[in-house]
Structure formats: structure tokens, C-alpha cells
């Protein structure tokens, strides 16, 4: 288990534009600021959300796993910058890790061509009946496993 200043480490090596292959872009809107001008921190976490939808819409639902329904369990996102409006924003998506029942994302925000926000985000399998966690089946697992990014420390 790593401490939390590894965790912090393992994180702030998502700050690296040359990590994400798969990108999704937002506009940042007048409504997302806050009263100091800047994009509000709750916002983060919608364009977070937004970019690990579009990269499950993309990559993870075509691998097998078409009905399978995942719950966020865990979040954690580190501000590095301020963003403001007008402008966009993009958002970096990856898998980090696969576990049991859960993939990990790593991501993080670029506007105007620096590092806003990274995040960490895990994810797990629910079983449609019991609404409990469940394991992955081995081919989907062996499916994530083969997206998970080389070169980028694992979780």
C-alpha cells in the first residue's frame, strides 16, 4: 500500500500531457466559475466525469463489457492551477489499474496547454441484482489489463 505522499507522487505523474492517448474536450462555461472568477472546484469533477464516460463509451463498453454496470467508489482529485472562462478544457483519460472488480483511471485537466487538475478515479462492477461489487469476468479483465498505460506508475 503506498503512503499518501507516494499516492500524491503517483498522481502528479498523470501531469504529463504525453501520458493520455484518448482525449474528450469541454467548454468551460460562465456558470462554472465561482465569486473569485475562477472555475469552481466542484466543476473538476464533472469535467472529470465527462472524460471517463466518453472513454468508457469508447474503450471499455467495446471490450465486453457492453452491460456492465460500474459505480464510482473513489475519487481523488488534486488542483494544480487555476482555470477560468471563456476557454476549454481537455481531459486525459487512462487505465492505471485492474483489479478484482474494479479499473482504476487516472486523468487530468489541461487548459491553455498546462496541467488544472489531476484525478484519480476507481471503479467497480456491480452485479445487477444484489447492487454488490462483482468480480470482472477474465475476459474483460484481460481486455482492460491490455489498455492499461505503459510507462505511467500504477496505483
Same mark, same amino acid.
Given at each position: 500500500?503506498?503512503?499518501?505522499?507516494?499516492?500524491?507522487?503517483?498522481?502528479?505523474?498523470?501531469?504529463?500531457?504525453?501520458?493520455?492517448?484518448?482525449?474528450?474536450?469541454?467548454?468551460?462555461?460562465?456558470?462554472?466559475?465561482?465569486?473569485?472568477?475562477?472555475?469552481?472546484?466542484?466543476?473538476?469533477?464533472?469535467?472529470?466525469?465527462?472524460?471517463?464516460?466518453?472513454?468508457?463509451?469508447?474503450?471499455?463498453?467495446?471490450?465486453?463489457?457492453?452491460?456492465?454496470?460500474?459505480?464510482?467508489?473513489?475519487?481523488?482529485?488534486?488542483?494544480?492551477?487555476?482555470?477560468?472562462?471563456?476557454?476549454?478544457?481537455?481531459?486525459?483519460?487512462?487505465?492505471?489499474?485492474?483489479? /478484482?472488480?474494479?479499473? #482504476?483511471?487516472? +486523468?487530468?485537466?489541461?487548459?491553455? *496547454?498546462?496541467? !488544472? %487538475?489531476?484525478?484519480?478515479?476507481?471503479?467497480?462492477?456491480?452485479?445487477?441484482?444484489?447492487?454488490?461489487?462483482?468480480?470482472?469476468? /477474465?475476459?474483460?479483465? #484481460?481486455?482492460? +489489463?491490455?489498455?492499461?498505460?505503459? *510507462?505511467?506508475? !500504477? %496505483?
Amino acid at each position: 500500500m503506498a503512503t499518501p505522499g507516494q499516492d500524491r507522487e503517483l498522481r502528479h505523474a498523470l501531469a504529463a500531457r504525453a501520458n493520455f492517448a484518448d482525449w474528450n474536450t469541454d467548454t468551460l462555461r460562465l456558470s462554472d466559475l465561482d465569486y473569485q472568477g475562477h472555475v469552481n472546484n466542484a466543476v473538476h469533477a464533472v469535467l472529470f466525469t465527462n472524460g471517463r464516460y466518453d472513454f468508457i463509451q469508447r474503450h471499455v463498453r467495446p471490450k465486453g463489457a457492453r452491460d456492465m454496470p460500474l459505480a464510482l467508489v473513489r475519487i481523488t482529485i488534486e488542483y494544480l492551477r487555476e482555470m477560468h472562462h471563456p476557454g476549454e478544457v481537455e481531459c486525459g483519460t487512462l487505465i492505471r489499474r485492474v483489479g /478484482r472488480s474494479s479499473v #482504476t483511471f487516472g +486523468q487530468a485537466l489541461f487548459n491553455d *496547454g498546462k496541467c !488544472a %487538475a489531476v484525478a484519480e478515479a476507481v471503479m467497480v462492477l456491480l452485479d445487477p441484482a444484489t447492487r454488490r461489487p462483482k468480480p470482472l469476468s /477474465r475476459e474483460v479483465a #484481460t481486455q482492460l +489489463q491490455s489498455m492499461v498505460r505503459a *510507462g505511467v506508475p !500504477a %496505483a
